[in-house]
């Protein structure tokens, strides 16, 4: 049976033709629509520059323009002959105008490729925080909603301290905070044009490479030509591991959730929506999306990991290898979206059991406060948590009744209003980058005339 | 033979103890100092809100402040009885003066091993991006002696086009700024005062975690006590990736060194004090420091994954296995700044060979060059290169005389003024963090009256 | 633009399908005829126990045969609704014959995939020795004919001892012998018979799993229906590794025939076939397809990890997570299967330039053979080392003529037989293998009267 | 503060010695003794060649034996000025006779460590089989002793089908067997003969290399001198994921017993001995052996990619990185012997629950049997499903009665007397494996005379 599989028998120019292209086709109309605002610019500067004239500008970018609004709803196709968009863009212009015949001057493959993943990597990049601020947005919400529910706090997977929903919630909010804030960095990796770095060497030709900065909305240029190669790899990593660390975050709460509601806990019920039956017991419900969703953040750690891998390892410059860059952290980037998204849509519709939780907070789980109050009253701490423990094991343990852990994320004070603040200044910030990258869009499309 | 090395034959408690206390008596020596710096932060605020007397705080502080200065220079021992810094630290501060047995009061050994890493996290994010700073100065010094010295470039391990030492070396000042303003992530996720999230649910005091935040230096509070448990494992992946990627490029420039260095290439020697020699042929050097750099390089993604691994796939809350995080991540950091320091001796002794360098920089490799030239004049530019392409052919190709790829990041500009305002800028910032921690520091000490 | 890629503003049920399908009823292809066969063996089994009749076994096996001989050549689908091939394949028996309804008794999803994974896992894991097998005898044939092509030996990346092109290809075929000699591992994971674990407790019925064992061609019985479904993750992350371990092997020799390809090395020239010409330099010829050799081979090791990452980490029996095994296993032999391939072709097609090689191994390479003779002479053998430095340093070492590394493995004699023989035994078991195979196959399928 | 970890000033020899010594002087101690009994085999085989007289021959196996019996116990040591073993076994043999001269004649290095290393090697593979065969026997012990006490069976964490501790021992027990069957393809891939290889070309003598595969105890030689080295890193890469695979099923283990032993399953007690309690809740007992086993699971997964990552991506032959694959290796196999020692331990120990566990085997759970039991009346098998779909809900479920999974493995036939034939089989290959090396060294020592 196994020769089913590889003997395709296939002719060795075939085969060579088939193995080089690999999944370009496919995955290049993910970044056809920035490969086409990349060569927008690009063109628009070459008028600058005096390389074309201003006809062939505005024919060129009014042919862009209308692709680019066609490659945005996926209207564009690549055959496995054009092998990827690159060449593919090339013949659509080149068919539609003369100009079309100039657009590749002043310009290789390997700085239009790095263009193109670049500026998508920035809309990805803005993508991601955008559905992972929604997320946080939302367990702040439920942080509010359940302030005061009562939750089991563990330690070790042993109860330990009472805790509440509303804590527990707060936790993801500040978590996936977090990452938005982490996101910084990326942003500053990825914020230089890298148009103008041909081959690797640069071009005999006097780019103004700060005017493509300008047009395609970038602070800084990508100075070195040959850096701009080397960032291929080292960009996709670091994205990688920044999806992989909100995937990370993401499995921590369908672990949670898991645990939760098992019937041996209890806590909260997964929507039936997230969950199947099985094919043989009625009263079983499993919740497969949340197992599913841990299994895609693990893969997400690993795909990182093979970002890094194939990225690095190898002489400066540019090497061929760096094409397989290019499935893996587009694919990482539409299933992060796709993993917060689902996520977000649980825990909308999540059922929690107060009671149940409230219940299992027994007395012994004041201990720690029992043994502040007796401190307070002046009683050094290790003699009163030994009185304390005395109580618990003799079952005499009262509760202490209301709780003072009223510190900032303490269960008297969440701190939720600190982390809406948090939220709202990550949210403008996005905002404004996002208007920021419209109008500069509005402004090259407006080469059209 | 296999039984010597595992069946010790230990009782089981001492092989249990043996195994929960790991590395730590060794690994703490490095946290110690940090974690005296979090308990006077924490004496100081228990003061504040009452808990400890004047004098009390005025003892532990000063306590403090000896057993610091003796923990910076390494005088400080941790028994395997004590198992960790913190029981170590407790035992000296309780056998100083009574107020050592309150010193735990509000705190737990959670939030105490976290603000204690997190300060040692920050202060090693600063020494790793001061030691990335100075190799790309060096690079950028480098790039600026050898701005005209012509190297062959290459792509897909081919030559290509004409570079030149300058632009190389460049490449790497500026892939390395990267690194540094990459830094600006990290800095976000750990600017956060962990201290007062006790076991991960707050403790029944109302400590004021503002206040702490400002002894230690920190611009915000980490508000969720959850969050802080959480943040174990992904911070330190965060700043595992980070040196991972400073690794990656070091490896890089490791690479291009030994392949430049071989007799085949032979446009850079390896200075001596960086070879051996073989024990059979006296004309050899091997370039082993560089080998071992690029293992160390490699060793330092591996255990990145490796920290990965250990802090993912958990439920939220405190799990002991956070322990073997201390290892691998302060490892790492002491191993990146052993590898920037020796690479930045490389690089200031490394001989060139401009004259083999300069003679591989053929005719052809200035055959863009020449299609430009044809295509400034009119030509339109696949017609030049084909024209260009019959001359290569022929042999007929001459070279194009003066450089024009005068752009910015070309050859006849190497962008090298713009790269050296971001070292500034970069380094400024850097200065400007290091005062302000030195302030916080003399702040901090000056309670000891 | 970030927009397009993920608000698709599905409705949440249909969201959750897509993400709860993945990519199955695509992936599922591959194992599809796998799952008739075990299908087949159960039916057969389960007349034997009395659960079915004589007749509606045949109907079944008669309806099986006809399906796997359409899914063999790709003509049966999934359908998106189906999920996946087990949906399929009981729509389509049940749709052919009343006794349709009855395969499902004894047996569960858990198991049925399980069993399907592990003859796919067992036809692919022969499927790749093969390959592997075929590389290696074409290594050894090129071996035998350049047995006296000099090459100079490189240790530390720098010109050391003689070698020849003999020595360098007989290396591959032994590296590549051992990946088929340590298949032996794998085969043991995987030669016992999961069918009838059930869900992962077994099944309320007297199954005869034995039977199914001798059926499938399986050595024995996989015990533990519990251990069967710990068996996922461990049995792929297994075969993943030695996979990912003949990658490394494919990566090392692209390494070695890019470097020796370069213009500055020059002893190998790579056929046209696998390479690609520049844009801009004719005179260029880019090794392409080695550079996405070792592209490929890098993530086969990612792959292995993200194995690793989904299979691991978990409480023990089934959980959803499993289903994202399937892809990176079948995509990992595919890719494999195809590189060695690949790899074969482009060894069968390689020129070598023995004069270029031949020179590069100048006399000082022959210091260690004159310090030998001089040391066979009686004089120590560190003082004939020091003798011969000193003349290697004064240029008057001559060649020693002829060469003296007579041992197994050296020069003088290649160890090619040897070698030989062990690949006629690898051969001889995979035969006897597939073979024994075929007739179980063959055996299976007699159930049709 | 940053400073003080990393500008130590050190003078640039130092700080290049001190980088490249590394770990060495500490971590080969462990291959030291192998070192010796490479070193052995090497001088009676310099005799039998006419290379060493019969004196020298008695004089060097004499001094080797001495100091092999020391290394044994750890007696010697090496300076940091030796850097690693060779060079310390050279100097000492050196200053016990004239013959430590000759010892290096006819090898080098890079042969020299392969040696030692692949002897420890085989040792470390069979001490951590027999560590794996050990465990595996005292959970089918375990699963005899406990064969009909019920415990719930769970798929996708949810109560699912009755099972029992001897179903779930079992499993481990076969899992475990199956990783000492595996084991043969890493023993298929060492048992081959280094020595001789030299440099990585061989030697100019004549080399007995069968015979000192004979005297080493291998099958067969490891006959290209160039294989010999591409081996480092694939060997280390293979032991390393097997024993990244035998610490899944540990972790695997680990995690079922932390969950049965939550406050909320209750199902087993962790013995006191494996617990620590907290410093606040006198009822609280935390898993922390295990959980600090589950973390060195992990760890084994990340150092075995560390391996993948350090010993490939290389051109062939030696490099330099090799070096640092020795203390990750070391250390995996040392972990892993540690962790199979513990978690023996904690079983033999461990405490069950059954009453608890039985508890939770509800009537629900018996669903499948009770619908088995109707269909085995005629009543088709969906039809009959459903109908105790409908008595389950309705409560109406009653006991079936006497468990009929009467199948092997399943509850009424758990196949122990199978699982114990195989854990015979691989006890004694693993004992005549052990006598016959024991006999090999028995014979190396001989030639003291």
Redesign the interface.
Known sequence: ??????DKALP??E??HQ??V?DDPEIDL?IM?YDIVGSAAHAIMLEKIGVLTSLERIELVRDLRELWEQA?VWALSISREQEDCHTALEALLTQRSEAG??I??GR???DQVTTAVRLWMR??L??VT??TLELAEIMLTFAREHESDFLP???????????SFG??A??????LF?EC??????W??IDKNPL??A????????????YTAELLGFTQ???????????R??HE??FG??L??IG??L???A??L??YS????GYVRIPD??T?G????????????L??M???C??L???A????????????????????LKKPIIGM??QS??LL??MA?VVVKLDIRPDAARDRVSN??W???A???L??SGV???EA?RTT??R??GGALEHPGE?????????GD??LE??AERAQAARTKLNER?QKLKMT?DHLWSFVN
């Open positions: 049976m196994a020769d089913r599989l590889w060795l120019d085969m060579v193995f080089t690999g993910e629509p945005e015949k100039k590749h001057t290789s493959r390997n809309d990805a803005m993508g955008d559905k706090g563990y330690t070790h997977w042993r109860q330990a301290m009472p805790s804590q527990w707060g936790a993801y909010a500040e978590g977090e804030e982490a996101a910084e960095g990326l500053n990796r103008g770095g081959a690797g060497f640069g071009v005999p030709l006097a780019l103004d490479r700060d240029v990508h100075v070195s030509p040959i850096d701009v190669q080397n960032s790899g080292r990593a670091a591991h920044w992989s660390s990370r975050t499995e921590q709460l672990w949670d898991m645990l098992t019937e041996e806990f929506e997230f199947t099985s094919s043989i017991m009625p009263q079983k419900r499993n919740p497969d999306v197992e599913l841990r299994g895609r693990r893969e750690r690993g795909t990991a093979t970002l890094d891998m194939i990225g690095s390892g190898l002489t400066s410059s540019y090497h061929r290898d760096y094409q397989f980037a539409n979206a796709i998204a689902i849509r012994d789980l201990a720690t406060q043994a502040y109050d401190a307070s050094p701490f290790r948590y423990a005395q618990v094991i709780q003072q852990a009223t510190h900032l994320g303490g269960l969440l701190g600190r982390l996002e869009m």
